[in-house]
């Protein structure tokens, strides 16, 4: 080997060495367009999201659009601002879509659907899964938004709410009224097997949805922009073995994360919890003591306040312990 490849060698060495783990690490997320980017056109006022293949609306409503491109052709498919009264800063990239969640005294519902374009969920395989909303500014919030996981598509030519049982929920008495910042509906899918397809909006009825207070539910509309969907194998994500998460089942979604991630267990029994966050090199960076009850416990995590890089996290129960990796983008 002469002089140069030795130097070349010894220099790119402990590069890739700390690339490695990045690229164990980072899981795929099923959604391939889960934000929204993907497009084959420009969307040119409602109801465009065709623009944004493979999803599509599964019922005769006329779910939107809206991408940075609409600004100057079609302002109300336009982003941050759709020329009336909603304003909201995508997630991330410059797409999000949106649509009616609740109109009163119809029943009335919008749903976005997507097909996996590769393999289905594995029959008993546990899933992460989740999506962020964000309510229109001079509309009703809600709490029922869902997704459903299905081995077919669920779509009807109905304007009306599908009759599925969804899958996701987001819990009953949880009103997602922020309108400034986006909110994560997540949640564990155990999968049947063969599930292709995901749909996404408010499988309840009108006497099922809770509205805000100062709503009234006779005369109001509702309707929420989504972005950034993602299905993680549960199993895979953080790219831990099983025999490094022992005594504790922890998920952490969605890895690699850039605004924030969720860590979530299931718990036996209420008491202390901490969790322990360090970086590649073993320093801690983060420490945090809760009390949890038993059920399912989550903690959001910002992960913009940490450098880009790989971290592991460690949970620490009367259980025992649990650690997962994260990559922060």
């Given at each position: 080997?002469?002089?140069?490849?030795?130097?070349?060698?010894?220099?790119?060495?402990?590069?890739?060495?700390?690339?490695?783990?990045?690229?164990?690490?980072?899981?795929?997320?099923?959604i391939?367009?889960?934000?929204?980017?993907?497009?084959?056109?420009?969307?040119?006022?409602?109801?465009?999201?065709?623009?944004?293949?493979?999803?599509?609306?599964?019922?005769?409503?006329?779910?939107?659009?809206?991408?940075?491109?609409?600004?100057?052709?079609a302002?109300?498919?336009?982003?941050?601002?759709?020329?009336?009264?909603?304003?909201?800063?995508?997630y991330?990239?410059?797409?999000?879509?949106?649509?009616?969640?609740?109109?009163?005294?119809?029943?009335?519902?919008e749903?976005?659907?997507?097909?996996?374009?590769?393999?289905?969920?594995?029959?008993?395989?546990?899933?992460?899964?989740?999506?962020?909303?964000?309510?229109?500014?001079?509309?009703?919030?809600?709490?029922?938004?869902?997704?459903?996981?299905?081995?077919?598509?669920?779509?009807?030519?109905?304007?009306?709410?599908?009759?599925?049982?969804?899958?996701i929920?987001?819990?009953?008495?949880?009103?997602?009224?922020?309108?400034?910042?986006?909110?994560?509906?997540?949640?564990?899918?155990?999968?049947?097997?063969?599930?292709?397809?995901?749909?996404?909006?408010?499988?309840?009825?009108?006497?099922?949805?809770?509205?805000?207070a100062?709503?009234?539910?006779?005369?109001?509309?509702?309707?929420?922009?989504?972005?950034?969907?993602?299905?993680?194998?549960?199993?895979?994500v953080?790219?831990?073995?099983?025999?490094e998460?022992?005594?504790?089942?922890?998920?952490?979604?969605?890895?690699?994360?850039?605004?924030?991630?969720?860590?979530?267990?299931?718990?036996?029994?209420?008491?202390?919890?901490?969790?322990?966050?360090?970086?590649?090199?073993?320093?801690?960076?983060?420490?945090?003591?809760?009390?949890?009850?038993?059920?399912?416990?989550?903690?959001?995590?910002?992960?913009?306040?940490?450098?880009?890089?790989?971290?592991?996290?460690?949970i620490?129960?009367?259980?025992?312990?649990?650690?997962?990796?994260?990559?922060?983008?």
């Amino acid at each position: 080997m002469n002089r140069f490849l030795k130097i070349l060698f010894y220099f790119l060495l402990p590069v890739a060495c700390c690339l490695l783990p990045t690229a164990l690490v980072a899981q795929p997320n099923l959604i391939l367009n889960g934000s929204f980017e993907d497009t084959v056109c420009c969307p040119s006022g409602g109801g465009s999201v065709s623009c944004t293949p493979p999803w599509f609306s599964p019922t005769v409503g006329s779910p939107d659009y809206h991408h940075q491109c609409a600004n100057a052709t079609a302002p109300n498919a336009g982003v941050p601002s759709d020329g009336a009264s909603g304003f909201q800063y995508p997630y991330t990239g410059q797409a999000f879509v949106g649509a009616y969640t609740y109109q009163a005294g119809s029943n009335g519902r919008e749903y976005v659907e997507y097909p996996f374009p590769g393999d289905s969920l594995i029959q008993d395989k546990k899933y992460c899964i989740g999506f962020y909303v964000n309510p229109y500014n001079t509309l009703a919030p809600i709490d029922a938004l869902h997704a459903v996981l299905s081995k077919n598509s669920i779509s009807m030519p109905i304007s009306t709410n599908l009759p599925n049982t969804p899958d996701i929920v987001n819990p009953t008495g949880n009103i997602i009224d922020d309108t400034l910042n986006w909110t994560l509906v997540s949640g564990y899918y155990t999968a049947q097997g063969g599930e292709k397809f995901i749909t996404l909006g408010n499988f309840y009825p009108d006497s099922m949805t809770n509205l805000g207070a100062g709503w009234n539910p006779a005369t109001s509309v509702s309707y929420y922009y989504i972005d950034n969907v993602f299905i993680y194998d549960c199993d895979s994500v953080g790219g831990v073995s099983e025999q490094e998460a022992a005594a504790v089942a922890v998920a952490i979604y969605p890895n690699p994360a850039t605004e924030e991630f969720t860590l979530e267990t299931d718990l036996k029994q209420a008491g202390d919890l901490t969790i322990t966050i360090t970086d590649y090199l073993g320093r801690k960076v983060e420490v945090l003591h809760e009390k949890a009850t038993a059920g399912t416990y989550r903690k959001k995590i910002i992960a913009s306040l940490f450098a880009k890089g790989e971290y592991s996290v460690t949970i620490k129960t009367k259980e025992g312990k649990g650690v997962r990796k994260i990559v922060v983008q």
